[in-house]
Nanobody
Framework: QVQLVESGGGLAQPGGSLRLSCAVS????????LAWYRQAPGKQREMVAQ???????SYEDSVKDRFTISRDVAKNTLYLQMNNLKPEDTAIYYC?????????????WGQGTQVTVSS
């Protein structure tokens, strides 16, 4: 059974930094991408950053130049380095993995980790 476990959330001051990690128990055979999403209270879940199997990355406009997504293939771990945090970054952050095993599309989510940015 595939499990994604996030860690690294917490309280940060505006302008501060946090690094999120997502440990993946097993990768899907044909990975589409790994991604970080977030959901703030009263808002829809949105994609923050993604990295595809080739290593190409993309970011939501509000986090460009502040957040960096990366992966350690050997450790099956996804990271999100968040710098210059703003109060509007406050949300629950989720990691996601999706791809194909044979003809079956699969999408897996972690349980989420709370990030709060406040002075």
């Amino acid at each position: 059974q595939v499990q994604l476990v996030e860690s690294g959330g917490g309280l940060a001051q505006p302008g501060g930094s946090l690094r999120l990690s997502c440990a993946v128990s097993r990768m899907v055979l044909n990975l589409n991408f790994l991604a970080w999403y977030r959901q703030a209270p009263g808002k829809q879940r949105e994609m923050v950053a993604q990295i595809n199997r080739g290593g190409a990355t993309s970011y939501e406009d509000s986090v460009k130049d502040r957040f960096t997504i990366s992966r350690d293939v050997a450790k099956n771990t996804l990271y999100l380095q968040m710098n210059n945090l703003k109060p509007e970054d406050t949300a629950i952050y989720y990691c996601n993995m999706n791809g194909f095993t044979g003809a079956n599309f699969e999408s897996f989510w972690g349980q989420g980790t709370q990030v709060t940015v406040s002075s």
